[in-house]
């Protein structure tokens, strides 16, 4: 993979593209090296030149689609047969999916079309790039997608714009699209063989979901090991089980990995060194490593997985073109089960992260180890943070629900041609929900932990989590007596988010 930086602007040269290199492209336009154009002009020229010297039905470029794969389309029809085909699908529901998710999956399109096996033409790569420079993001409805043709609904929606219908966002502004394109100079084209098809399928939107999360979920790997810390010095926590040989002989690396974390969150804290009147601690505190360990090696998996799809051509039919010959194949490259099953996974390990958290929150709260009933100064007059640990409970409730897999299940469509789906997207939204989420108990716990802290003065933490601390004590005042808190759980939400990279 090289990709070369020109101002504000991402050169795609080819190769391998990563989790972290989508990422650092969305905030930033792009465009693709003349190897790449080449490749895309190369591998259409080959396709019309096969179209017009054989008599061969090729699926959804000279045939019907799905269930209608058996009927031929004369030549004059080929155009308006792709042209319908983006119209029809465009049937998605629900909530609009947010903008960050639309972007991502238009540059997810880009790159896919950009492998040149698609076999469109250089102007319909072109527009999409045009949309994303000028961050022209259509309005794509989150519901519609079985994750089975790719993701007929929405990537139809995300297309519309090529042929003038359909709305936009673009500058914080939705209207329709021809507002936009006027504005920006853009024309809208004519579809050609082949090209709806390629537009339509692909899991460029289940992707999309699943790279948020996964991006997401590196940095919450890190902030949960800066809450727990917090959370262990605050519950006057035993430091053995941090042991590096107790974890060097459990051998799960996510495991090596949090326990490393933790203790130099807590190196030189006053409050570790102090004698413990206890051996052992709840398995929240106890087991912190094992949990969040197992989390992080999923992280890893999913990142794999997602690096794998990024780097794919996911449409179908593909074109292959060799000096020797060139072929059309069909396939079920756009079948999204391996995201599917990667994002219910990541869901269940993220909710655990959140699950855990929760655990430590009430135990702050329970009137233990010196601690005040619900942290507060006056007990009974005063509640404290007692419904902040209910919040927290409800939330891992709604996680535990979210963590139901959708890959479980799978209807037919199509009139049975379409007889086994994934479910990728739904299983994408869900992992989203699930991500927003856990930032929020984390935001409760890290707030209910610096309220306990208070309550170990004059002693510290360590010097690092001091940092921290006061740093959030810039936005968010220690408890007086009973307040309102739910913006107190906002603004300690953002404080987490904002954090560059938490680790000590």
Known sequence: MI??????????????????????????????????????????NSLERLLTKTGESYYGINTGFGSLYSITISPDQIRDLQTNLLRSHACGVGPVAPVNIVRLTLLLKIISLSQGHSAVRKEIVQFLIDLFNYNILPIVPSMGSLGASGDL????????PMIGEGEVVFKREQMGVGRALQTCGMDTITLAAKEGLALINGTQFSLAWLIYAIENARRLSEVVEMCTALSMDAYDCHPSPLDTDIHEHRRQPGQIISAATLRKWLDGSEIQKNKKGHLQDPYSFRCAPQVHGATRDVIEYARTIAGYEINAVTDNPLVFNSEDETKIVSGGNFHAQPLALTSDFLAIALAELGSIS????????????????????????????????????????????????????????????????????????????????????????????????????????????????????????????????SSDIDMTENFLRSLPSPQP
């Open 3 to 44: 990709i070369f930086d020109s101002m504000d602007q991402n050169i795609f040269e080819g190769g391998d593209l990563s989790v972290e290199d989508i990422i650092s492209f969305l905030g930033s336009k792009l465009d693709l090296s003349d190897m790449i154009w080449n490749r895309i002009e190369s591998n259409r």
């Open 153 to 160: 609904a929405p990537l139809a929606h995300l297309c519309l």
């Open 358 to 485: 929760e655990r430590r929150s009430y135990l702050l709260l329970g009137g233990q180890r010196g601690l005040p009933p619900t942290l507060a100064q006056h007990p009974g007059v005063e509640s404290g943070m007692m419904i902040c640990q209910y919040t927290a409970a409800s939330i891992v409730n709604r996680n535990k629900i979210l963590s139901h897999p959708a890959s479980t299940d799978s209807i037919v469509t199509s009139a049975g041609q379409e007889d086994h789906v994934s479910m990728a997207a739904g299983a994408g939204m869900k992992l989203y929900e699930v991500v927003n989420n856990v930032w929020k108990i984390l935001a409760i716990e890290w707030m209910i932990a610096c309220q306990a802290l208070e309550y170990r003065r004059p002693f510290k933490t360590s010097p690092q989590l001091e940092e921290k601390y006061n740093a959030y004590r810039m936005r968010v005042a220690p408890l007086s007596g009973d307040r309102v808190l």
